[in-house]
Nanobody
Framework: QVQLAESGGGSVQAGGSLKLSCAAS????????MAWFRQAPGKEREGVVI???????FYADSVKGRFTISHDDEKKTLYLQMMNLKPEDTAMYYC?????????????????????WGQGTQVTVSS
């Protein structure tokens, strides 16, 4: 099984920044589609950013220019740098993985396309 563990969430004022981490038990030679999703109370889980290892990256329109995905292969960690946070960014944030080919399918933004998930880390942005 692939195990994922998010960290780095917290409470910040609007305009602030946070950097989330997702530690993964993935083999360094494996290729995956890596994603960050978020879910606010009473709302559906939505994709934030999706990236293929060594390939394309897709950002949701709501976070373009503010959020950036990156990774550290040695630490087997996926990161989400969040800048200029807004109250509407408040949600539980999850990292997820799927086979690399999923990043290039039309249903890449569907949570049901991802088999492995972390427990989530809470991000709260106040005004």
């Amino acid at each position: 099984q692939v195990q994922l563990a998010e960290s780095g969430g917290g409470s910040v004022q609007a305009g602030g920044s946070l950097k989330l981490s997702c530690a993964a038990s993935l083999f360094t030679y494996a290729s995956y589609c890596m994603a960050w999703f978020r879910q606010a109370p009473g709302k559906e889980r939505e994709g934030v950013v999706i990236g293929a290892s060594g390939g394309s990256t897709f950002y949701a329109d709501s976070v373009k220019g503010r959020f950036t995905i990156s990774h550290d292969d040695e630490k087997k960690t996926l990161y989400l740098q969040m800048m200029n946070l807004k109250p509407e960014d408040t949600a539980m944030y999850y990292c997820a993985t799927a086979p690399r080919s999923q990043c290039y399918r039309d249903d890449r933004w569907s949570a049901r396309s991802y088999a492995y998930w972390g427990q989530g880390t809470q991000v709260t942005v106040s005004s």
